[in-house]
């Protein structure tokens, strides 16, 4: 069993939600970077959620937009992602790491080279935003060669076509997403993913986390009522965007706290 499955196997013996953060590599520094994944697992994260920074980030609003810029800008790439993964476990060698990003950078790699480095890093994960799928054999093939869950969204416009299609190849959890929008939006619906979850639980058996538009502890708390796990992303990088730098860590865990405390209640 991966590093995933037996971090929702404990959670679920302790009925208790996955508390899922997401950040940019690179952003604020690549310096900042593994600093601010251990300072997550401090307060109380269960899976990490780590962004490869894009020039294209057709997914995700205007906050995680900024971080890639800046990521970028630091000089940023997927070899230095999984140097940082890499970095991570060298202290860590518990906590779930998920690389989320796009098809680009992946293929430019290439998936059989990426999946082997991955492995070596310590990835336990990949999230690819724009690889269906109907696109994913070859990915999907590579990842489980070595072990790497692939993860997918799913969405309130998703067929039960597609929601088959993603329970046959989904391994570690399904990302649902919450809003038709991008990352970051606003006017969440709770009682329309209530209403979605049978749907999708009809085909799924994996863990379901749900992520877009959760800003607060309130919020998380009432989602996690009617899913396995929360995703957090844009506030978390709007804390790390608005920090002074002898502030961020502090800002970021209180936050992340504060939410996995609301989860725990």
Not at 179 to 197: C, F, R, W
Request: proline share 6%; aromatic share 6%.
């Amino acid at each position: 069993m991966s590093r995933i499955g037996q971090a929702f196997e404990q959670l679920k013996a302790q009925n208790r939600k996955a508390l899922i953060p997401f950040i940019t590599a690179g952003d604020p520094s690549q310096e900042a970077t593994v600093p601010l994944l251990h300072a997550l697992v401090e307060a109380g994260a269960d899976v990490l959620e780590l962004g490869v920074p894009f020039s294209d980030p057709m997914a995700d609003g205007p906050t995680i937009q900024r971080a890639s810029e800046r990521a970028l800008k630091n000089g940023m790439t997927l070899r230095g992602v999984l140097a940082m993964v890499a970095q991570f476990r060298q202290q860590d060698a518990t906590t779930p790491v998920v690389l989320m990003g796009y098809g680009n950078p992946i293929e430019a790699m290439g998936w059989e080279t990426f999946a082997q480095r991955c492995a070596e890093a310590g990835v336990d994960g990949v999230l690819t935003v724009d690889f269906p799928p109907e696109e994913s054999h070859e990915a999907f093939l590579h990842l489980q060669r070595h072990d790497i869950d692939p993860i997918f969204l799913l969405a309130p416009t998703t067929n039960e076509d597609r929601i088959q299609q993603v329970a046959k190849l989904a391994r570690g959890y399904v990302y649902y997403v919450s809003l038709k929008g991008v990352t970051g939006a606003g006017n969440l619906d709770i009682a329309a993913i209530a209403e979605k979850m049978p749907q999708l639980r009809k085909y799924i058996s994996l863990p379901i986390g749900v992520g877009f538009g959760i800003r607060d502890g309130k919020t998380a708390r009432k989602v996690a009522d009617v899913s396995d796990a929360v995703v957090i992303g844009s506030r978390i990088v709007q804390e790390i965007e608005q920090s002074a730098p002898h502030d961020l860590l502090g800002n970021v865990k209180n936050f992340v706290a504060g939410v996995r405390a609301a989860l725990d209640k």
